[in-house]
């Protein structure tokens, strides 16, 4: 077993519960239709996942309200939305790291599972979820709780964020590598989530929307069937296991 196997196996479920819970929904099959099922799962998962963000956003325009309650509920719920918010941001990332490479190497003809259209239109929803979801994430760490959880002492940021909509003008602004310099991360875990996002936001925009552009307006004739696929397998005594320690992790940060 390799270092990426070691990864995708054991580590990236503990970094996001949601990309384990996506493979084992791509990963259903029945006798017919299969495909088309999968299909249905991955596209339902996609729009699922941009209206939770929509929704986490709504619940954060009224966060000043209850965000100096130190209650274990309240630190709970904190949790459970930034494990969450960073859980999809995490899976999106890697989820179309992994197709990328595959549809590089394997150039499959379109009606092998998802067309490249429609995989466009996946990574479209995606790229708005993750400028909703690090401008939550942003937001919640310049709230009184996520100082105190975070231990962060002085202002992460330079401008003070007073609301979410300030959080998500700057979340698009660094998504899109605009920078206008107005809002710019001061602490350690800002400086890294905002490093982390235009690595994730590049990525998309640049590599992923390129190739799938790219290979829906390739000839058929020109493409070869799909000879293999990534795949990481995992027993599910070790998936049990992951789901006992996220479990103690977000009940830990709850607490502290």
């Known amino acids: 077993m390799n270092i990426s196997s070691l990864f995708f196996i054991y580590l990236l479920p503990l970094l996001s519960p949601t990309y384990l819970i996506g493979e084992h929904k791509k990963s259903i099959k029945k006798k017919k239709k299969s495909e088309e099922l999968r ?24 966060w000043p309200h209850w965000s100096e309650n130190s209650h274990f509920g309240i630190r709970l719920i904190y949790s459970l939305i930034l494990y969450y918010l960073f859980s999809r ?41 993750l400028i909703l979801n690090y401008g939550i994430i942003f937001y919640a760490i310049d709230t009184d709780l996520g ?52 690595i994730t936001g590049a990525f998309l925009l640049i590599v992923t929307f390129t190739i799938y552009v790219t290979l829906n307006f390739t000839d058929n004739d020109s493409l070869k069937p799909k000879k293999r696929k990534l795949k990481f397998e995992r027993e599910k005594t070790v998936v049990i296991i992951q789901v006992i320690i996220i479990l103690i992790l977000i009940i830990t940060i709850s607490i502290i």
Do not use: C, W
């Open 147 to 198: 100082r105190y959880i975070f231990a962060v002492v002085k202002n992460p940021f330079k401008s003070e964020i007073s609301n979410i909509f300030e959080s998500l003008y700057f979340s698009a602004n660094n998504m899109t590598l605009l920078g206008y310099g107005d809002i710019y991360p001061t602490h350690l875990i800002t400086q890294f989530l905002a490093v982390f996002q235009v």
């Open 89 to 129: 941001i995490v899976e999106i990332f890697f989820a179309f790291l992994i197709d990328s490479i595959d549809k590089m190497k394997n150039k499959p003809l379109e009606h092998k599972g998802l067309t490249y259209s429609e995989r466009y239109m996946l990574a479209l929803r995606s790229y708005l979820e």
């Open 39 to 62: 299909k249905k799962i991955i596209k339902n998962l996609n729009t699922l996942y941009l209206s939770l963000a929509v929704v986490i956003t709504s619940i954060f325009i009224i």
